[in-house]
Structure formats: structure tokens, C-alpha cells
């Protein structure tokens, strides 16, 4: 036990003593900045970055200032604490925009963003402003080494809108039945569509929207019918257009013939 409380008192005393104990106690910016830039060198990005928040308002317009607001932007990067560092890089390339740092520190500030985005199933304000940081780096910076990873980002972000707007205009499809209303499924599926022209989802989109059409069409006040019959089956028709052999053709062939055969009754 006396071998424990002898080793742990060392412990103490030898941390107590330690640089970055003796820097973040004294009143000497000079030694805080020494002491900060030592430890990010050493990769111990937590510790200099006490020092760096401590220093940061001091260094405003100073010759060193530059370097110093950029190893605590990293370092804030480097921890994972992407709030900080987005706000933090936005403030570097701001504040210094003839920097010999100023790509990287931009996209590092985009990708700060990058990093915040959340699952498509939550609030996806963090993505849209990570593919505004993304498109401006981009513009900014065309022919930039990072232009590749840039571009996966800003893809790995589409492709995550993409599917929160499918799945949300599937949602309306699926809630349809329940409120009795499908309009709010066939415009999501309309819009995204537009939205996303390319998306490998088009031929699923096509499919709810004239699954929608349907099931709006036959439950319709006889008022109403036959004019979402004909939008139904006008919506069929783009979905085969699209894909002849669809893997909905069966289901699709089979509400065509009952459209059909309601559209039989008007002509008589």
C-alpha cells in the first residue's frame, strides 16, 4: 500500500510539473504558444487546444497568428469536434485569404460539415450546408488535388437526400389509405423525379406514383374518376416507357386492366 501511495505522489508531482501543467497555469502567451505548437507536433491535439482557446484572443493581428489559428482549427478537426473546427476553418480561410493554407483549410472546413451530416432519416440541415461548402470549394478550387474526394463527398451527400425524398414519398404512399388521399404521394414522387433525375430509384418512383394514381383513380367520387383513370394510366405508360420489362409489370398490368375496364363503363 506504501509501495501504491509512493508511485501514485511521483504520478502527481511529475504531472504537476509537466509543460503543459506549467503553460497552462502561467500568464506567459509566449510559453502557452511554444508549449501548444510542441504538443500539436506531438499529435496531443486535446492538450494544445486548452492552450490555443486560452491564447487565441490575444494572438488577433499578430505575425503569428495565421499559423497559430490553423494548428487549432486541425487540432479541433483531429478531435472530431466538426462544430468548432467548420466554424473555426470558415474563420481561417475569412481571415486570411492569401494563405498558403487556404485550400486546404477550406476543405477541411467543408468536409467539417461533411462530418456532421446525420442519417438520411433525420434533419438534414448539416448536409445541405456540407454540399454548400463542398460546391464553393469546388468552384474555388477546380483543378485542387482533393477534387476527387471532394466529388465522392458531394455524392455520398446526394445520395443521401435522395433517399430521405424517396423514402418520404413512399411514406405518403404508404399512409395513403389511411387519410383516403393519395395526392401527396404522387406530387413527392413527381418531385422526386425532378429533383433527381439519375437516381437507380426511377423505376420504383414510377411504380408508387402510378400505384398512387391507381388506388386515387378507383376510389374516387364518380365525379372525379375518370379523369384520374386517364392520369393513371398515363402514368403506367411512363413507367413502361422506362422500363419495358419493369419488375412491377405484373402489378402493373394487373391495375391497368382494371382501369381499363372502369374507363369501358364512361364509354358507355
Known sequence: MARFFYILLIAIVFTSCSPFQKALKSDDIKLKYETA????????????????????????????????????????????????AGYQFEKFTAGYPRSEKLEEA?????KSYYHLSPRYSLDQTDTYKALDKLQA????????????????LVKELREKLEKKAYEIA???????????????????FDNFIIDFPGTPLK?????????????LAINSVPSKMQQRLLDAKSNYAALVKFRPETKYKKEADESLAKIEAELQKFSK
Do not use: C, V, W
Open 203 to 215: 423505376e420504383d418512383a414510377l411504380y408508387y406514383k402510378f400505384d398512387s394514381s391507381y388506388q
Open 170 to 188: 413512399k411514406q405518403y404512399h404508404l399512409t395513403g389509405a389511411y387519410f383516403g388521399d393519395y395526392n401527396a404521394a404522387i406530387k413527392a
Open 106 to 110: 477550406s476543405f477541411l472546413g467543408a
Open 137 to 152: 470549394f469546388i468552384n474555388n478550387f477546380p483543378n485542387s488535388q482533393l477534387m476527387p474526394e471532394a466529388n465522392q
Open 37 to 84: 505548437e510542441m504538443l500539436y507536433d506531438k499529435g496531443k491535439y486535446s492538450k494544445a487546444i486548452r492552450l490555443f482557446e486560452q491564447i487565441a484572443p490575444s494572438y488577433n493581428g499578430k505575425a503569428q497568428a495565421e499559423k497559430m489559428f490553423y494548428m487549432y482549427s486541425q487540432s479541433l478537426y483531429k478531435t472530431k469536434q466538426y462544430y468548432t
